[in-house]
């Protein structure tokens, strides 16, 4: 089932923070986090493991409640090069594939 | 250089006919995958695989199949069955998939299939 995200898009101004959050119906496991840049392919950023703990990118970094089955991507500073669609993959129980959201397109401006 | 290989680039076909997607990694790793990208809507799974000559189907498989005979490669066919064909198509691989651990997956450079 797929997973929410939230905003669908965010405009920054370059050195301006910014949160993308990932809600599931289901129970999870893991988070997956990619980035895609217009007409790539999406990059891995992180993995949020189940009683894991916060990870961190760079001034890129992320949390993972498993309680409200959400995880939550925080951008910080962002620069120029933050820009992309940000998608997030859940695993639930099932295991065997990821189940990604929609996406959020994040524009980072001068 | 490690890495996913996808094509062509571009595809154009008529409505009606097959066409094959490729898609192969020297990774050597032992998951697959296909996804569908249609603006808006995310990465939609069509097919994956966890090992050779085993595969499953995604969420969105009709109108779709995959073959898996050799670890490195995991080509998609897109029949005429499929309603809807024009997208850009995603193969991804990753070492294994989330049930055994936790990898990440690896992306090739997409296929972009336009069906007239």
């Known amino acids: 089932q797929q997973p929410v995200q939230s905003p669908q898009a965010v405009i920054l101004r370059e050195g301006e923070d910014a949160v993308i959050n990932c809600s599931s119906s289901k129970a999870l496991y893991s988070v997956h986090w990619y980035r895609q840049k217009h007409g790539e392919a999406p990059v891995f950023l992180m993995i949020l493991l189940k009683g894991g703990e916060q990870k961190g990118h760079d001034k890129i970094s992320a949390s993972f409640n498993e309680k409200k089955q959400q995880s939550s991507l925080y951008l910080t500073a962002s620069q120029l090069s933050y820009s992309g669609t940000y998608f997030c993959g859940t695993e639930s129980n099932s295991g065997y594939a990821l189940n990604f959201g929609k996406g959020t397109s994040l524009l980072v401006t001068p | 250089d490690g890495g996913i290989t996808q094509s062509p680039k571009y595809l154009f076909r008529k409505e009606g006919q097959n066409v094959t997607l490729s898609c192969e990694q020297n990774l050597n790793h032992d998951a697959m995958y296909w996804y569908r990208q249609d603006p808006g809507q995310g990465l939609r799974l069509i097919y994956y695989s966890q090992i050779v000559n085993d595969f499953q189907k995604g969420d969105i498989a009709e109108g779709y199949s995959v073959s898996r005979e050799k670890k490195e490669s995991f080509p998609l066919t897109v029949t ?28 090739g450079p997409g296929t972009r299939l336009t069906v007239t």
């Open chain 2, 80 to 107: 005429s069955a499929q309603k809807n064909p024009t997208a850009f198509y995603l193969c991804a691989s990753s070492d294994g998939t989330p049930h055994q651990g936790y990898y990440e997956q690896y992306f």
